[in-house]
């Protein structure tokens, strides 16, 4: 059985930074592109960013550009995101998702989704 387990997320004064992690089991990590999502309450999970298989292609929500960095590291299964310059827009409930399509997009379809991790930026 899959799994993917965020952690990292908490409380942080605004110009602050955190580090989210998501541990991945039960699949073959490497072979699939990994991406972090957000949602806030009444709006639709949007795409922060995401990064291929190999780790060497990523992309980036316009709102993040320059403050977040997606990494991962195939050998631990496990997929990070660097967030810098929190702002309290940023505030919401951070997933992790893996997709086995390839390239550098996750759809709101895929069936593999973490729980989530929250994150509250205070201003």
């Known amino acids: 059985q899959w799994q993917l387990v965020e952690s990292g997320g908490g409380l942080v004064q605004a110009g602050g930074s955190l580090r989210l992690s998501c541990a991945a089991s039960?699949?073959?990590?490497?072979?699939?592109?990994m991406g972090w999502f957000r949602q806030v309450p009444g709006k639709a999970r949007e795409s922060v960013a995401v990064?291929?298989?190999?780790?060497?292609?990523?992309d980036y929500a316009d709102s993040v550009k320059g403050r977040f960095t997606i990494s991962r590291d195939n050998a631990k299964n496990t997929l990070y995101l660097e967030m810098s310059s929190l702002k309290p827009e940023d505030t919401a409930v951070y997933y992790c998702?893996?997709?086995?399509?390839?390239?550098?997009?996750?759809?709101?379809?895929?069936?593999?989704w973490g729980q989530g991790t929250q994150v509250t930026v205070s201003s």
């Open positions: 990064i291929n298989w190999r780790g060497d292609e990523s």
């Open positions: 039960g699949l073959t990590f490497r072979l699939y592109t």
């Open positions: 998702a893996a997709s086995p399509e390839g390239g550098l997009r996750i759809s709101r379809d895929t069936r593999y």
